[in-house]
């Protein structure tokens, strides 16, 4: 069965520049970011994978390569087996709009990605306009079905996003990703920012559009609680890396990664008396501009071998349903 979304060694790296003392206006290269390195997943319909790790891992870079937001250095998008890469890159704008509306993105800060000039009916207007300008006289009646689905009555769509709470902006962001009735809709982040009482509610919502829509959802967090709750596989990227995916009830109950193990235990227990089994790591995260020879998490690593200093492990599977990339997993 063909993927519904499927990446392909995705690549994307950043020059690190600084600029010469002689010259004003001359630059020299210092190093490489790597920022996304050979990153490769499959994503099926009605599915959901969570894609996690720590801040810099390379979790949004992904994301927008995926969407060329951020032009990608290699790679391939490939959407219901078709590569769309070079078709988001390239000048025809009816064949990038039609792939831009199979996949919508859903940013972190619903206020900065909302206009504080338009409406909220405005704001869900303009994909239609984009998207279906030939159904405009239906245009009310469908940002009205956006807004009840979402949970939010239509009379407020004349109001500006200052005058909702984060919640009910990150609501209208949602609304307005599916106003072209995507198949994929990226979530970087989506509840981040909110307070804990409205994460779970926009979680909730997020499950409840899924069952009803079928759409599939790369949702982005560091957050594992909300990963376990509405992910059905489970990517974990490390430095620009992919270290461990498969099933999310697999992972959380025998993490092959030593990262992995750890990234678990941190989930913080509702128990005030429970016992501490937290996996402490070493030191810091290395610089994605120097990465240590071999696996990249070996200076942190407890279990790390000798060959972990001199190889890079690639993913292999652990389990009936779970690739990780350790020379000596858990």
Not at 226 to 252: K, N, Q
Not at 258 to 286: K, M
């Amino acid at each position: 069965m063909t993927a519904l979304l499927e990446v392909r060694g995705l690549r994307k790296h950043y020059r690190a520049v600084r600029r010469g003392l002689r010259r004003l206006f001359a630059r020299q290269q210092t190093g490489t970011v790597r920022a996304v390195d050979d990153v490769s997943f499959v994503l099926q319909a009605g599915q959901t994978l969570g894609l996690v790790g720590e801040s810099g891992c390379g979790k949004t870079t992904t994301a927008r390569s995926i969407l060329d937001l951020v032009r990608a250095d290699a790679g391939e998008v490939r959407l219901d087996g078709q590569d769309v890469r070079p078709v988001l890159a390239g000048t025809d704008r009816a064949a990038m709009l039609a792939v831009r509306r199979r996949m919508q993105y859903v940013f972190q800060d619903p206020y900065l990605s909302l206009n504080p000039r338009w409406t909220i009916n405005e704001a869900l207007r303009e994909p239609l306009r984009v998207h279906a300008p030939q159904h405009q006289r239906d245009w009310g009646d469908r940002i009205a079905t956006l807004l009840e689905r979402v949970g939010l009555e239509p009379r407020n769509g004349v109001r500006y996003p200052h005058e909702f709470s984060g919640g009910q902006r990150q609501r209208v962001g949602i609304a307005r990703a599916l106003a072209v009735e995507p198949d994929v809709v990226l979530l970087d982040e989506p509840v981040s920012s909110l307070d804990i009482s409205v994460r779970s509610q926009i979680l909730n919502l997020l499950a409840a559009l899924q069952d009803q829509l079928s759409v599939a959802y790369l949702y982005i967090s560091h957050d594992l609680s909300s990963v376990r709750f509405i992910s059905t596989h489970v990517a974990v990227m490390y430095l620009g890396r992919i270290v461990e995916i498969g099933a999310v009830d697999e992972i959380f109950a025998r993490p092959r990664h030593h990262y992995t193990a750890a990234l678990i235990s941190a989930i913080p227990v509702p128990s005030p008396g429970a016992v501490d089994q937290r996996v402490h790591l070493r030191g810091e995260v290395p610089s994605a501009m120097n990465r240590p020879a071999g696996c990249p998490f070996h200076p942190r690593c407890a279990a790390a071998l000798p060959i972990c200093r001199e190889q890079v492990p690639v993913l292999q599977p652990m389990g009936p349903n779970t690739q990780a990339a350790c020379h000596n997993p858990a």
